[in-house]
């Protein structure tokens, strides 16, 4: 069984200021790794996704994250935030393609 | 290729009653995932259903039922509604999982209020 870890429930940042989101998991098997987005009163929205090859990987809107195996680490950034990116992320871990398992969400908060 | 449609949006009944809701998948999608989100627990997988089949069901009671019908729209039911199942709950669907991994895409989900 997998589980994941979002290290923060709330991240407030300045608008154009650099954010990053933690996130770790835990699992028995490789696993493919998922960054969402959850707007309010919405569905989520793939961000970007890890299954294979290069650790390093974009996602749309200008963000990235990280695949660290010898952490079991998957941490989302964004360089420069807009107001726009005030919303809820989901990270989520899965061994196959049907069953997500999610975290708990981080609740990013841009100021101008 | 419209989205992920899951009707109604809003629902809300009382204590005790039953409650179906509805999920088209993208067309060609033929696995069909439905989440359930709340503020207590986050987002719970609940169930996945691939040709009509249910394959995988995650941690919930039996008054949670899903089926999926040969054109791939799938419902889900609960029966005996309790207050703790207010929830928003999400339908994904995926293409045909035949091969590697296939993306879930999410409609806007229900919002379910039990009073």
């Known amino acids: 069984a997998q589980s994941v870890t979002q290290l923060d429930s709330q991240v407030p940042v300045f608008e154009e200021a650099p954010v990053e989101l933690r996130c770790n998991y835990s699992?028995?098997?490789?696993?493919?790794l998922f960054w969402y987005v959850q707007y309010p009163n919405q569905g989520l929205q793939l961000l970007l996704k890890y299954l294979s090859g290069s650790t390093l990987v974009k996602g749309i809107n200008g963000f990235e994250a990280e695949f660290n195996k010898s952490q079991t680490s998957f941490h989302l950034r964004k360089p420069s935030v807009h107001i726009s990116d005030t919303a809820e992320y989901f990270c989520a871990v899965s061994e196959d393609d049907y069953k997500l398992s999610f975290g708990a969400g981080t609740t990013v908060t841009v100021r101008a | 290729k419209a989205g992920v449609t899951q009707t109604p949006r809003y629902l809300i009944k009382t204590r005790g009653q039953q409650v179906t809701l509805s999920c088209s998948p993208i067309s060609g999608h033929r696995s069909v995932s439905w989440y359930q989100q709340t503020p207590g627990q986050g987002l719970q997988f609940l169930f996945e259903?691939?040709?009509?089949?249910?394959?995988n069901k995650g941690n919930f009671p039996g008054r949670f039922s899903g089926r999926q019908f040969s054109n791939s729209r799938s419902e889900m039911n609960v029966s005996t509604l309790e207050l703790g199942d207010s929830a928003l709950y999400l339908c994904a669907s995926s293409p045909s999982p035949a091969s590697g991994f296939n993306e879930q895409f999410f409609g806007p989900g229900t919002r379910l209020t039990v009073l």
């Open positions: 699992s028995s098997v490789s696993v493919y």
């Open positions: 259903y691939f040709s009509e089949t249910q394959r």
